[in-house]
Nanobody, 114 residues
Framework: QVQLVESGGGLVQPGGSLRLSCVASGTTFSIYTMGWYRQAPGKQRELVAT???????NYSDSVKGRFAISKDNAKNAVYLQMNSLKPEDTAVYYC????????WGQGTQVTVSS
């Protein structure tokens, strides 16, 4: 079992930055991919960025060049640095961890608005 706790969401103006954090606990040694997804009202949950245990990263086209995913293996944490935020980035952001099962955090709201 893996438990995920996200933090760092909030309200930010367009063009601003936020940093999301996700800390994993439990059987963290079995995690081989962690990532961030988001779900806007009325839309399906979509991939934002992922990072494998080998260090391979993947980003959605909509966030490339603006967002950066990073990990701190010693803290079992994954981060999402979000820069140049746009109103269309408004969503609930979820942390995901993949072992032989898939685990989700509770989500953190990000609102980009002036």
């Amino acid at each position: 079992q893996v438990q995920l706790v996200e933090s760092g969401g909030g309200l930010v103006q367009p063009g601003g930055s936020l940093r999301l954090s996700c800390v994993a606990s439990g059987t963290t040694f079995s995690i081989y991919t962690m990532g961030w997804y988001r779900q806007a009202p009325g839309k399906q949950r979509e991939l934002v960025a992922t990072s494998t245990s080998g260090g391979t990263t993947n980003y959605s086209d909509s966030v490339k060049g603006r967002f950066a995913i990073s990990k701190d293996n010693a803290k079992n944490a994954v981060y999402l640095q979000m820069n140049s935020l746009k109103p269309e980035d408004t969503a609930v952001y979820y942390c995901k961890a993949v072992t032989i099962a898939t685990y989700w955090g509770q989500g953190t709201q990000v609102t980009v608005s002036s």
